[in-house]
């Protein structure tokens, strides 16, 4: 049995998902909805699609600037 590197395993369980409210699932269903022409019959495929596009997308977290970094650096 071939496992994953212990690293790979520390990295993949610390990553974040985001919270996904029901209307921002539909807000950008309907966005595929409109972007396919409004083509009825789809709207399981564009929940699903949009769910898994909102939850790919990167978690914003703390944005660390230059001036903050060079503080460290000095205080280091």
């Known amino acids: 049995m071939v496992r994953p590197h212990p690293a790979k395993q520390v990295r993949l369980s610390m990553t974040k998902q985001r919270e996904l409210s029901t209307e921002e699932i539909a807000r950008r269903a309907h966005e595929l909805y409109l972007k ?15 769910e898994r596009e909102l939850r790919d997308e ?10 903050a970094k060079a503080g460290r650096q000095t205080v280091n």
């Open 36 to 50: 396919r022409g409004g083509e009825h019959g789809k709207d399981v495929e564009d929940w699903l699609r949009a």
């Open 58 to 67: 990167p978690v914003p977290g703390p944005a660390k600037t230059r001036a």
